[in-house]
Nanobody
């Protein structure tokens, strides 16, 4: 199984930047895809970005050009670099991993990102 822990959220002014970290533990070599999601109050959880074990990335249109996803060389931490933040980016951000066998990590508590105008 894979467990994840996220960190890096906080309060930032519009136009600012934050970097979120998703640290995986357990069977990290079974991870096929790592994804960042976010959920704002009263809204559905939204897929923000994904990165595969092969390094292929995908970014949601709503954040394309402002957010990037990457991972460290040890393959156990995935980052979400968020630039030019907007108030509508405010949400709880979650990380989730899917393994090659099709199982998923738990969602965990996520990290709050608040962007003030």
């Amino acid at each position: 199984q894979v467990q994840v822990a996220v960190s890096g959220g906080g309060l930032v002014q519009a136009g600012g930047s934050l970097r979120l970290s998703c640290s995986a533990s357990g069977s990290i070599f079974s991870i096929a895809v790592t994804a960042w999601y976010r959920q704002a109050p009263g809204k559905q959880r939204e897929l923000v970005a994904t990165i595969t074990s092969g390094g292929d990335t995908n970014i949601a249109d709503s954040v394309k050009g402002r957010f990037t996803i990457s991972r460290d060389s040890a393959w156990n931490t995935v980052y979400l670099q968020m630039n030019s933040l907007k108030p509508e980016d405010s949400a709880v951000y979650y990380c989730n991993c899917r393994t090659y066998s099709g199982s998923y990590s738990d969602w965990g508590q996520g990290t709050q990102v608040t962007v003030s105008s």
